[in-house]
């Protein structure tokens, strides 16, 4: 990457910045329907605190959800590779899961879990592992064959040829599902406490914005949502610069 | 030591083998010489148990019968563990017969270094070139001092001078060594210079068009080693004229 293209996103993210506090500026738009940058900041600064500890609520429930999704989709996908009869049992339901609207089950999820910090963790998992299994059950279906004849003519044992050859061919099928599965995961969060709403256990950004929203403090409601992005944007790529250390160490790139 | 008789194989509509009679004795150095697409890679994977016949049966001499890692192999591309090490990768049938590492590493390091690879034992395979690449693949096929010894063309990446010594080598270590030899080549030089015993085959469906004896212990410059690449070319023509 040149200097310039390395530049390039933040210089557009400026320019389009100071375009939209210009336009809100010149064309007089109440912030109560378009805030400004300049108005988001100061709701941001006003509710510093609030914001940030709403952020780190819903940080909590996707890195958890982000960590029990990598353990679950990798114990799934190695059970399907082990496995024909697991491989018929699992794959449909976890199709199933995928393709049913987490909206649609959050309530039911944060009406049985009793827990509420486990209900968001529960419907961020559901949309979050997903990823994780199909791109490690992928993975470790792609090893090529002349390496399993090898492992055959050496006398390999099945569960040989899975944990030394399958799993680490699969590493970078994983790394790649678990990046797709941290911003999943940031999203199944902010839905399920859209869903759980103010029922008892609000913290979270998604709380923060429907709270705002209801006060008509728009400002705030963007400062919260600026988070939620930045959220997004981070967790994104702290994940690709993991993956690519691990693959460098691994020896794959 | 081990026979085929009248063994087919077809996959769809292709006849990749098609009644193969061949019997391999000990300690004989086989090379398969034949088109591209006839059913060298194939004949080899059905002598390894890794594929097997359509009609016809593989058979083995009584008390020969491979176990697990009698059989060393060479694929025709290096497959090598991307995420382990020259030396990892050459230890690997070792360890999957439970050969303790600290026990096989001077065996493992001898095998490198037979090969040229001394210094290169803790590189990962996208640190070597090619032509490396499949040193180390050989290396592993010989650290277990296989009975049968199954090499799909084994040396077609490498460059004319490693080509030479490894040729060399593999004729020592079969000399010298207990192991048979079924050696699948592009090559009639290679094929000449290296085998006990040549095998034509003919482009697909791949049969088995005729035989020659082969002297391996000629010298590249010997007019004998010059008159057996002419007989071979011969039989090559006769099979694909030109
Ligand atoms: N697994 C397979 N599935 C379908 N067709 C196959 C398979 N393996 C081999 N063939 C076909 O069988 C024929 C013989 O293949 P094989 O790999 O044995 O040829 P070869 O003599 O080793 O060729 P080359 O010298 O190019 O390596 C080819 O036409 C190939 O397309
Ligand atoms: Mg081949």
Not at chain 1, 16 to 28: I, N, P, R, T
Not at chain 1, 184 to 210: D, K, N, P, W
Not at chain 2, 215 to 234: G, K, M
């Amino acid at each position: 990457m040149t200097k310039l293209e390395r530049a390039a996103p933040i210089l557009f993210g400026l320019l389009a910045l100071g375009a939209w506090q210009a336009a809100v500026m010149l064309l007089h738009v109440p912030p109560y329907i378009v805030p400004g940058p300049a108005a988001i900041i100061v709701a941001f600064w006003a509710d510093k605190a609030g914001l940030l500890e709403a952020l780190l609520s819903t940080l909590t429930v996707t890195f958890t959800a982000l960590f029990l999704s990598a353990i679950l989709g990798m114990v799934l996908a190695l059970a399907m590779a082990a496995s024909r009869l697991a491989r018929a049992v699992i794959q449909p339901w976890a199709v199933v899961l995928q393709v049913t609207p987490v909206v649609a089950i959050a309530p039911l999820i944060i009406l049985w879990v009793n827990n509420p910090f486990f209900a968001l963790v529960v419907c961020a998992v559901i949309v979050a592992f997903f990823p994780v299994l199909s791109n490690t059950a992928t993975g470790l279906a792609a090893t090529p064959p002349e390496l399993v004849d090898l492992f055959k003519l050496n006398g390999a044992k099945r569960w040989q040829i899975l944990f030394w050859l399958r799993l680490p061919a699969a590493l970078p099928y994983f790394l790649a599902g678990l990046r797709i599965a941290g911003t999943l995961a940031l999203v199944g969060a902010v839905v399920a406490e859209f869903v759980a709403g103010s029922g008892g256990f609000a913290s979270g950004l998604a709380y923060r914005i429907l709270e705002a929203g209801y006060r008509l403090e728009i400002p705030r409601m963007f400062a919260a949502l600026t988070l939620l992005a930045l959220a997004g944007i981070a967790i994104y790529a702290t994940l690709g610069f993991l993956s690519a250390a691990i693959l460098r160490r691994h020896g794959d790139v | 030591m081990v026979r085929l008789e009248r063994v087919s194989r077809r996959f769809g509509d292709v006849t990749a083998l098609d009644q193969i009679d061949l019997a391999v004795g000990q300690h004989e150095f086989v090379a398969l010489l034949g088109p591209s697409g006839c059913g060298k890679s194939t004949l080899l994977r059905l002598l390894a148990g890794l594929d097997a016949p359509d009609l016809g049966q593989v058979s083995w001499a009584a008390g020969q019968a491979p176990a697990a890692g009698d059989i060393g192999y060479v694929f025709q591309d290096a497959t090598l563990l991307p995420w382990a090490s020259a030396a990892e990768n050459v230890y690997l049938p070792l360890r999957l017969r439970g050969i303790d590492r600290q026990q096989s590493a001077p065996d493992v390091k001898r095998a490198l270094a037979r090969l040229g690879l001394q210094g290169f034992e803790n590189a990962k395979p996208r640190a070597l070139s090619g032509g490396m690449r499949m040193r180390v693949s050989i290396a592993r096929a010989l650290v277990s001092r296989p009975q049968l010894l199954l090499m799909d063309e084994p040396f077609a990446a490498l460059d004319e001078f490693t080509r030479h010594r490894l040729q060399e080598d593999l004729r020592g270590l079969w000399r010298e060594g207990a192991s048979t030899i079924v050696f699948v080549t592009h090559s009639i030089y290679e094929a000449a210079f290296l085998a006990s015993r040549i095998l034509v085959m003919t482009p697909r469906p791949g049969r088995l068009a005729g035989e020659i004896k082969g002297d391996n212990s000629l010298s590249r410059t010997d007019p004998a080693y010059a008159s057996l690449v002419s007989e071979i070319t011969d039989m090559l023509h006769a099979v694909m004229p030109l």
